[in-house]
C-alpha cells in the first residue's frame, strides 16, 4: 500500500488528539488501510458526531508539531497489562499476543503512547501534516456482530497538499458517482424494509437497462455458439453435496426449506443445474465445446453490513456459463472467452490494461484443505490458462492461492470508480466437478471419455454490471442503454400537437422517448431533461413546427440541427444499434 | 356432466366384475368424471396390471347382460354397518353420511349392490354395453397423502359404438399431443431427481421457445404502455400478511427461510412488490393508469400427485401486471386488456368463441368470509366488468362465487388439446389491496386519492402456456418459435462445402439453422427433420451448388423452388416477423 506508513503514523495522531479531548475514551486498533487509515475508539457514552471531526483535526494539527519521533519500547506482558488494565480491547490484544509469544512494543510520540506493532514514518523527516479526517462510522470490535459496536473515524494522509487535495477531489467524484445516489436520483431502483434487506427492486427506468444489458449478452452469446438454458433457481440440497459444493458454500446459502420429503435451497451457482441438463441426454465429440449459458438467478447470504445498493447484495443475476470440452479444446475455448469478454468490455467503454486486467489465480499444491488433490491436473490447468494469457500478449499478474477448489481461474480486475480494484468475475478451469457427476461423452472411436469444463461469465451478476455502469457513467449512459433516450420539449402550448406527432413518429420507432407537456419555460424544461441525463433534446417552436423539423440539444448541452425527424431517427438509430459511447 | 348417469351406472358394473373376479378386494367410491367414470379399489394383496384389465372388461360385458335396473333400497346406518363389516372404507362413508342425518341407500343391479347415493340409467332401456377400461392409477383413499393408497380403474361408457370410438380416438389423438410426450420427444425439457419435483430444466431447444415467447409479451406490452419492472421473487412474510394473501395462500406457500432478523418466503405472487414499488414515490393523477409489468417468477407448493409436465409446475413465470387507475378508467383499462389477450391469443391460433371464451367471476354477498365485505364496491366493479363484456359483446358465462377474495375478475376460459376447459388465468378489479397498502395519488384538485388495481396477465404462465402450445401444434410450432427453423441437407459430401456455406448465411440473417453433414441418405435425412418438426429443410445437390440455389422442403413434405438464397431468407423472414401460422 501506498503510504502506508504515514497514514498508520496519522492513526496515531488521531487517537492522541481524540485521548488529549476526551480522557475516558478508549483506544483499540488503527490500521493503514487503501490510501488512508481508520481508528476505532470506544467512545462510552459520549455521543460523536461529523462536527466533532473538525475539532480533532485542529487538535492533531497542534499535537503534530510537538511530534519528532516514535520511540520504540519493548515491555511485560505484565507491565502492558498495567498500563492498559482499564482498557479490555487493548488487554485482549496483549493476552493474544503474547500467548503466541510476540514481544509486545509500544511506539512514544511527544506525550501519546500506544500499543503497537510498528510500521511509522520518521515525523522529523516527513510531517504528518497533509491528511484530511473523512467520515465517522459504527464498527463491531473485531468485525463480529456479537462485540460491542465502536465509533470508527476514517481519515487519509499524504506527504504534500497537491497529494491531499487531489484524492479529496478523487472522493468527491466518486461520491458523486456513487451507484446508490444516482440510482436514486435517476429513479432506477429502491429498497423496501417489507420486502427485505439486499433486494433491489428495479422501478420501470432500471428495469429498461436490465432488459438491454439482457438481450445484449443473450444475443451476444447466441451468435458465438451457446445454446441459452434454463433451469430452476433451486434444487435439492443433494445436488450440492453430489458436487462437493455444500461444505464450502453452506454458511452463505439460504437456509434449507422442507418440502414433503425434500430438502430444498436456493441455489448459490449454476454448475451442478446445468450438469444435470448435460446429463439428461448422450452427447457425442462432436458436439463439443458444448456450451450451455443461462441468465440465472443465484441467492447468496451476504451479512447485512456487507450490503451495499446494487453492489452487493442477497440475490443476483449472473450471465452464466459452462462449456463441457475436450483437455485439448481447453486453450481454444478459453481464448474464445477472453474474445467474448474484451468485445464486451470495450462496448463498455472500458480500455484492457487501464480499466481491467486479468488476475491468474493458482492453486497451492501444499493445501489439499482448500484445493483438490491431483497435482498432475492442477499443473496442466495451471498451463493453459497461462498459456492463453502469454501467448494473447493479456496485461495479467499471479494470485497464487486464489484459484476455486476444483481449479485455477481467471479473473477479471476491473477498476471501479473509486480506484478500487475488484474481481467483477471469472472464468474457470474445472478438473474436479466432471469426476463427480460422472460426466462423460462419447470419443471419435466410440468409447466413453471425460469433458472437462469451464465456468464463465460474459459481464458477471447484472446487478453488479448496473452499479458499475452508473458509477462509471455518472448516470449519462450510452443511449442505447438509456432509459428515455429522447425527451421532446414543446417550446410552448402552440406546439403541443406537434410534439405529440413527434412522440408518435419517435415510439414506434422504438425508440423510448418522453414528452415535457408541463406548462414550463424551456430553460427549466431542458435543466430538468439534463438532470435526468436524458441523451437528447428535441425542441420544437414556432419555426420547427412550419419547417417540420426538430432542433437537437445534447445532454452536453450541444445544440445541432434543424434535422428533419428522418434523419434524426436514423442518426439514433445508428447509435443505438452500433451501442456507441459519444 | 353428459353422460354422468351412464358413466355412474357402468362403474357400479365395474365394481360388480371386479368383486366377481375378486371376491376379497375392497370396493371404496366411483363417481363419473368428466367423459368417463373411475372405481377407486383396495386390491389386498392382489398385483393388478394392465392386462387385467381386459379380462374385467369382459366380465363387465358378461354381467351387463344380467342387469335389468338399479334398485334403491333405505337401511339403517347399523344394517349398513353389518353389511360393510369387513370394508372401513365404506364404514367411513356410512358414519359420514349417518352423522349428517343423511339416508344412507344401496342400490342392487343382478347380484351386485353397492352403497350410493343415486344417479343411474335405467340398463333396460340404455345399455350398459359401449364401454371401455382406459388405465390404471394410484389414488390415496380420499385423496390424502396420509391415507392408504389405493386402485383407482379408469374408464369411460358411452350410448353408442359411434361415440364410444370417436371419444377413444380423441384420447389417441390426446396422448400423441401429450405436451410431456412430445417435449420429451423434441428433447423441450427435463426433469431431475437432484433437482427436484416440479421443477422443469429447458434445454437449449425448450429455452428458445420460451426466449421468444418472452420477448414477445415484453415487446407487445411495452409498445401498448406497459412499463417493466423487476423485483425479487422473495420477500419477508410481514409483506403477505399486510397484503392479507397469508391467511389464503399460506399452506401453498413454500416454507418459511429466517435469515437473520428476517423470516423470507418465496413469493406466491407478485403484487405486493409492485404495491411497494408504487408507493416508493409519489404518483400523480396524470401517470394514470400506471400499468406495471413483470415476467414474474413465482413459487406454489403443489401436491406431488397434481405435479404435471410443465402444465403443473412448483414453480412458474407468469407474464403479470398491475394497473393502478381510477375507478372511471377501469372500464377502458380492461378493454385494453382484453385487446391484448385477444391480439395475443389470435397469433397462436386461437379463435375466440372456440378455443377460448370468458368467465365473469363474481364474488357472492352471502359468504364474507371468503370475500371481502363491501357490497357497493363489489356492486360498482361487477358492473365494469360485466358492462364490458357485453358492449364488446364478448362470448362469456357467469361464475357465481369464484372472484378473489379481493374482488370480481374475467377469467380466460380455454379448451385443451383433450377438450377440457380450464382457467388460463385471469383479469381481476381490485377495490381491497389499494387500502391495506394506503395506495395514493394526487388528483386533479391536488387532493389524495385512491386508486383501485386490476391485476392481470397477458398469457398467464410461460411454463402453461408452453405446455398448451406443445399440444395445440403437437410440436410443429409455428417457424417463429421452432427451436431449429430451417435444416440444410446435403445431398452428398460435394455439396456439403456449399451447404456450410448457407448455414453461415442463415446463421447471420437471424434464422436458425443446422446442418445435417452425417452420412446418410437424403431419405433418411429427410425423415430425421421431419421428425423434429422443423419448418424447412433446405436440399442442395448438383442442381442447387451448380445454380447457386436452394431447394426448399415443408415439414408438410411439400417441396418447392428453387429460389435464390436472398429469396428463401426474405420469405422465412416475413413469416417470422408476422409470427405466421402457416
Redesign the interface.
Known amino acids: 500500500m501506498k503510504n502506508e506508513k504515514l497514514n498508520h503514523s496519522c492513526s496515531h495522531l488521531l487517537a492522541a488528539a481524540v485521548l488529549e479531548l476526551w480522557p475516558d475514551v478508549l483506544p483499540t486498533l488503527g490500521p493503514a488501510i487503501e490510501n488512508g487509515f481508520y481508528y476505532d475508539f470506544d467512545f462510552g457514552n459520549k455521543k460523536v458526531s461529523d462536527d466533532d471531526l473538525q475539532i480533532i483535526e485542529d487538535k492533531m494539527h497542534e499535537i503534530s508539531l510537538t511530534w519528532t519521533n516514535f520511540e520504540r519500547e519493548e515491555i511485560e506482558p505484565k507491565k502492558a497489562q498495567e498500563i492498559y488494565k482499564n482498557n479490555p480491547y487493548k488487554l485482549e490484544l496483549i493476552a493474544e499476543h503474547s500467548g503466541e509469544g510476540e514481544t509486545i512494543t509500544i511506539y512514544k510520540s511527544g506525550n501519546f503512547s500506544d500499543l503497537c506493532r510498528g510500521g511509522h514514518i520518521d515525523p522529523s523527516l516527513i510531517p504528518i501534516k497533509y491528511f484530511k479526517l473523512l467520515s465517522l462510522a459504527g464498527a463491531y470490535w473485531r468485525g463480529s456482530e456479537k462485540n460491542r459496536m465502536l465509533t470508527r473515524i476514517y481519515g487519509t494522509c499524504w506527504s504534500s497538499q497537491k497529494e491531499l487535495d487531489s484524492h479529496l477531489t478523487m472522493i468527491e467524484e466518486s461520491k458523486k458517482r456513487d451507484h446508490r445516489t444516482i440510482g436514486k436520483d435517476l429513479?432506477l431502483f429502491?429498497f423496501?424494509d417489507?420486502?427485505?434487506?439486499g433486494?433491489?427492486?428495479?422501478?420501470?427506468k432500471?428495469?429498461?437497462i436490465?432488459?438491454e444489458l439482457e438481450?445484449f449478452v443473450?444475443d451476444e452469446e447466441l451468435k458465438r455458439g451457446y445454446?441459452?438454458?434454463?433451469?430452476?433457481?433451486?434444487?435439492?440440497t443433494?445436488?450440492y453435496k453430489?458436487s462437493g459444493h455444500y461444505p464450502y458454500y453452506k454458511d452463505t446459502m439460504?437456509?434449507v426449506?422442507?418440502?414433503?420429503d425434500?430438502e430444498?435451497i436456493?441455489r448459490p451457482m449454476t454448475c451442478?443445474?446445468h450438469f444435470?441438463?448435460y446429463k439428461?441426454?448422450l452427447h457425442s465429440y462432436k458436439e463439443l465445446p458444448l456450451r450451455?449459458a443461462e441468465l440465472s438467478?443465484q441467492y447468496r447470504?451476504e451479512k447485512?453490513g456487507e450490503l451495499t445498493g446494487l453492489m452487493r447484495v442477497?440475490?443476483f443475476t449472473l450471465a452464466d456459463a459452462h462449456i463441457f470440452a475436450t483437455k485439448e479444446q481447453a486453450k481454444q475455448v478459453i481464448s474464445e472467452v477472453l474474445d467474448l469478454i474484451q468485445d464486451v468490455n470495450s462496448i463498455f467503454g472500458m480500455t484492457k490494461g487501464q480499466d481491467y486486467r486479468y488476475r491468474l489465480s493458482l492453486g497451492d499444491r501444499s493445501d489439499s484443505k482448500k484445493f483438490y488433490k491431483d497435482d498432475a491436473a492442477w499443473e496442466y490447468a495451471e498451463d493453459v490458462l497461462r498459456n492463453v494469457l502469454t501467448e494473447r500478449a493479456e496485461p495479467f499478474f499471479d494470485g497464487l492461492g486464489e484459484a476455486a477448489f476444483y481449479g485455477p481461474k481467471i479473473d477479471v480486475q476491473v477498476k471501479k470508480a473509486n480506484g478500487h480494484e475488484e474481481t467483477a468475475f471469472t472464468v474457470q478451469y474445472d478438473f474436479v466437478m466432471p469426476t463427480r457427476f460422472d460426466l462423460k461423452f462419447i470419443d471419435a472411436d466410440g468409447k466413453e471419455s471425460q469433458p472437462i469444463v469451464i465456468h464463465r461469465s460474459s459481464i458477471g451478476a447484472f446487478e453488479r454490471t448496473m452499479a458499475f455502469l452508473i458509477e462509471k457513467f455518472a448516470g449519462a449512459f450510452p443511449t442505447w442503454l438509456s432509459p428515455i433516450q429522447v425527451k421532446v420539449l414543446p417550446i410552448s402550448e402552440k406546439h403541443q400537437q406537434y410534439a405529440m406527432e413527434i412522440v408518435t413518429k419517435l415510439r414506434s420507432a422504438g425508440i423510448r422517448t418522453e414528452l415535457d407537456d408541463r406548462n414550463e419555460s424551456l430553460n427549466s424544461k431542458i435543466r430538468d431533461a439534463q438532470m435526468e441525463k436524458i441523451p437528447y433534446m428535441l425542441i420544437l417552436g414556432e419555426k420547427e413546427m412550419t419547417a417540420q423539423t426538430v432542433m437537437q440539444r445534447g445532454r452536453n448541452g450541444k445544440q445541432s440541427g434543424p434535422f428533419s425527424l428522418e434523419e434524426f431517427i436514423s442518426n439514433i438509430k445508428k447509435e443505438i444499434d452500433d451501442k456507441l459511447i459519444v
Chains 1, 2 share one sequence.
Not at 417489507?194 to 434487506?197: A, E, H, Q, T, Y
Not at 438454458?229 to 433451486?234: E, I, N
Request: net charge positive; no cysteine; proline share 13%.
Open positions: 429513479n429502491v423496501s417489507l420486502v427485505g434487506k433486494l433491489p427492486l428495479l422501478t420501470p432500471g428495469a429498461t436490465r432488459r438481450r443473450v445454446q441459452h438454458v434454463l433451469t430452476p433457481p433451486l434444487a435439492k443433494d445436488l453430489t439460504y437456509p426449506m422442507k418440502i414433503d425434500e430444498l436456493l451442478p443445474h444435470m441438463l439428461s441426454s450451455y438467478p447470504y447485512s442477497r440475490m
